[in-house]
């Protein structure tokens, strides 16, 4: 008994010693929520990444690859649309961790949450959701991904990440698949036993569609769909899928109306003769809306109705990847809205901007077997309570209408500069604020990025050669004003040389 006081009492001791611990924590979250976002950037080392962040790089690079660090970020101190470096730069964040912030470093509405009860106890007990889903996982499923669900489907399987998003929306086409054409609803012996040496008919020759220049991310089915550079699918054994052609479209896309129209017939044509004669049987095809990685390379809404219209005639199920273009980025909550499509697309697949990843579906793709798309967290809790956040924060102050404003006045800029500095800038192009332009050669294009930075404006590339736009949904023209001044004093210096 006195042992059982004697450890009640210890245990609260160690709980307040916890609790003052943590006093120190908490007023850092709540200062952070008070802080300001500059009105410009503020450029304080001649070279970035800095002193402070090299240093801090040197340390990391003895545990980890740093190749690819442009500099160390200060996320205490980030703001709104301004990402702070570690010695002190504020630089406007037109890159946004690869298209993943959506509405501001620091922002209120999602420290909040992140402060919350319902996130600790979150945090501190991770369930197994497939098999020990909390009491509120429903309520908060509806009020996040369920409240901007994509019309017609109604169900969402929640994952880890883009690719994991992908790869699983494959394995849901696939079981789709062979459940429609398995005549009793049982598995024959001769599957049971082929499936354990990854032989047919168990483990089936079915096929996933996927674009050229197309990205749908690094995992192994993912990456076998993955078409934008050979580095990343170099070494990796693949699946022998098929690849049609995405339309190459000129700008400005009024001028080439008729040529583009020529162009997306031929891919479509081409993808629809893969459909009819691939040696493997096609299970899904997969698109984005704008591819991202491979280029910022666009279609027109008739070339996906046309996709929609072959796919449904090929009993071949179409998954959009809305990893990149999903939570209102292009001017919609979903870019494929703007489709309009008669059918809805049969899966989409989202993760980056939305915190949570995972797909939208038909219940029909749910498989008849418990434990098949399957894993030990399917999904995250704490995640999903940030969506929750970020969906009001979108819904409530219409960042959707803003994000469309604020992209037609970038693109207002953009134009007139692409003809001033044509040789620097071309084929402007995008929807919302999620646009892009073409430089000349990928080396010109990593100088204009590196001088950027130096101006203050972080930015990033895709493709070859293309300078992508991925600001938060927050931006507004006044910091549209601060880019184009800051790109203007770029393009300037550049057009000496070039
Ligand atoms: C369209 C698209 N799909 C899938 C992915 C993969 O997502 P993740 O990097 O989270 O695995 C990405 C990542 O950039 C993407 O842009």
């Not at 200060?74 to 730069?89: F, L, P, Q």
């Not at 990893?323 to 809205?337: D, I, L, R």
């Amino acid at each position: 008994m006195l042992g059982r006081i004697n450890t009640t009492a210890a245990v609260a001791r160690s709980l307040r010693l916890r609790s003052a611990r943590l006093q120190p924590q908490f007023a850092r979250v709540r200062a952070m929520s008070q802080l300001v976002e500059p009105r410009e950037p503020s450029v304080v080392t001649s070279k970035i990444p800095g002193p402070a962040s090299l240093a801090s790089l040197k340390h990391l690079s003895a545990m980890q690859d740093t190749r690819a660090a442009a500099f160390v970020g200060d996320y205490e101190k980030s703001v709104g649309n301004y990402i702070v470096d570690a010695d002190g730069n504020q630089l406007l964040d037109m890159y946004c961790q690869i298209a993943s912030i959506p509405v501001g470093y620091n922002n209120a509405a999602i420290l909040a949450a992140a402060r919350s009860d319902q996130m600790a106890t979150a945090l501190a007990n991770r369930p197994a959701l497939g098999v020990y889903p909390s009491a509120d996982w429903p309520q908060l499923l509806e009020d996040s991904l369920l409240r901007v669900r994509p019309a017609g489907l109604d169900m969402v399987f929640t994952s880890a990440h883009g690719s994991d998003a992908n790869e699983i929306a494959y394995k849901a086409a696939f079981i789709h698949y062979a459940r429609m054409r398995r005549s009793s609803g049982v598995f024959s012996a001769a599957e049971l036993e082929s499936v354990m040496d990854n032989r047919p008919p168990g483990s089936p020759n079915v096929a996933i569609l996927s674009f050229s220049s197309g990205f749908h991310g690094r995992t192994f089915g993912a990456l076998s769909t993955t078409r934008s550079k050979a580095l990343h699918k170099m070494d990796i054994p693949a699946f022998p899928w098929p690849r049609a052609p995405f339309p190459q479209l000129r700008y400005p896309l009024d001028k080439y109306a008729e040529e583009n129209a020529q162009e997306e017939k031929r891919c479509l044509a081409e993808t629809e003769e893969i459909l009819r004669s691939n040696p493997v049987p096609i299970a899904a095809v997969i698109v984005e809306p704008i591819q991202s990685e491979g280029g910022d390379r666009q279609a027109s809404p008739d070339f996906f109705r046309g996709l929609r219209r072959i796919t449904r005639e090929h009993g071949v199920l179409l998954i959009v990847d809305e990893v990149q273009t999903g939570c209102a980025a292009t001017g919609s909550f979903w870019a494929h809205e703007q489709w309009a499509l008669d059918s809805p697309p049969d899966m989409v697949t989202f993760s980056k901007k939305m915190q949570a990843a995972g797909f939208y579906h038909t219940k029909e793709l749910v498989p008849d077997q418990p434990y098949r798309n399957f894993n030990t967290w399917m999904g995250d809790v704490p995640r999903t309570l940030l969506t929750r956040a970020i969906v009001a924060e979108v819904l409530d102050k219409d960042l959707i209408s803003q994000v469309r404003s604020t992209g037609s006045y970038l693109v207002s800029h953009l134009k007139p500069l692409s003809i001033r500095y044509h040789r620097l800038v071309s084929n402007v192009r995008g929807q919302g604020t999620f646009l892009a332009f073409d430089c000349p050669t990928p080396e010109i294009r990593a100088e204009l990025l590196h001088l950027m930075r130096l101006e203050g404006v972080n930015m990033g590339g895709s493709g070859e050669a293309s300078v992508r736009f991925r600001p938060m949904l927050t931006l507004t023209s006044a910091h549209v004003n601060v880019f184009v001044s800051r790109f203007e004093s770029v393009l300037n210096k550049m057009y000496q040389k070039y």
